[in-house]
């Protein structure tokens, strides 16, 4: 549900009908677009009464004006069917009948607010009952750093820049389809890497008891965009291009999401792999990975 702050500013597009001059005169020394306004509304009144979710068209009112939203109105009609009732207002505390309400649809669709995410890039104005639903989606929408102690959140460019500069991460970069090998210290958490498509991903590395724990995120604000598969191998020795030895694999059919807010957590789709394949001499683990990406 649409927060509900105190005041919120909002635009209004010219549906609502002629405005003075002088208003306009304002709005255009101001720089805003000509046919708005800025103006500030108590976010309540943009609420259903009964559920309370944002009003969005279709909205309906009874004979007295009281108005609510179609599922609501659909709820009271079912209940009214149930009890052999007709439909009831209870502001009123009498049977109604309810038609659409265009005059306040037309003023709920010129609201327009300000993404949250504006301080991250998005320039969107959106509707105000849309405001939920885009805010869910938003590309721009804030990731974190998972290092501890590190309050850092941005963009997800700004995240990759972090990354590099704060902690002295270095990228690997690599092409999708194709295997990768990788060196990770049995006691580093994270390793970074980039897609050819820019897109980034941490190879997490959680040591446990019997071994360490390995798996992939990729790291965006939400599950939108092109979709991954991940395998992820290791083994005692390497010669000639082919495993030797012990071998521990893991496939992951959908390669997991996250903006990291909650930190790393460990995957449902994860290679544990045993002390005795670290690479004697440095301790090191080598892994062999392999990022497909999906097609929709």
């Known amino acids: 549900m649409a927060e509900v702050a105190a005041c919120k500013r909002i635009k209004t597009e010219k549906e609502l ?40 068209p279709p909205i309906f009112k009874c004979e007295a004006g009281h108005v609510l939203c179609s599922p609501c109105l659909e709820k009271l009609r079912l209940d009214g069917f149930a009890l052999k ?89 690599f092409s999708y389809n194709k295997p990768l090998k990788v060196s990770v210290a049995r006691d580093h958490c994270f390793t970074l890497l980039v897609g050819e498509d820019q897109s980034m991903f941490l190879l997490t590395n959680t040591l446990t008891g019997i071994g360490n724990a390995l ?7 939400h599950e939108s965009g092109p979709n991954y598969s991940c395998n992820i191998s290791a083994a005692n020795s390497v010669v000639g291009g082919k495993a030797e030895g012990r071998l521990v694999f893991q496939k992951d059919p959908l390669v997991s999401s996250s903006s990291l807010s909650g930190g790393v957590r460990l995957g449902k789709f994860f290679l544990l792999v045993p002390p005795e394949l670290a690479d004697n001499p440095s301790g090191e683990l080598t892994v062999h990975i392999r990022v497909d990406r999906l097609v929709a």
Not at 35 to 40: N, T, Y
Not at 136 to 155: K, L, V, Y
Not at 215 to 221: D, G, I, L, N, T
């Open 17 to 56: 009908g002629a405005r003075p001059d002088g208003a306009a005169a304002v709005a255009a020394e101001e720089g805003r677009p000509d046919g708005e306004i800025s103006a500030k509304i108590n976010s309540e009144a943009l609420l259903c009464r009964i559920c309370p979710g944002p009003l969005k």
């Open 215 to 221: 798996s992939m995120v990729c790291v965006r604000p």
């Open 85 to 173: 009732l007709e439909i009831f207002c209870d502001l009123c505390c009498k049977t109604t009948s309810y038609r659409r309400c265009v005059e306040l649809e037309l003023l709920i669709n010129a609201i327009k607010v300000p993404c949250s995410n504006q301080t991250y890039g998005c320039n969107e104005s959106i509707r105000y009952h849309e405001k939920e639903k885009h805010e869910s989606e938003c590309t721009h929408a804030p990731c974190h750093c998972p290092e501890t102690d590190c309050t850092f959140r941005g963009a997800i460019c700004c995240l990759l820049e972090h990354f590099i500069t704060a902690h002295g991460w270095s990228p690997t970069n």
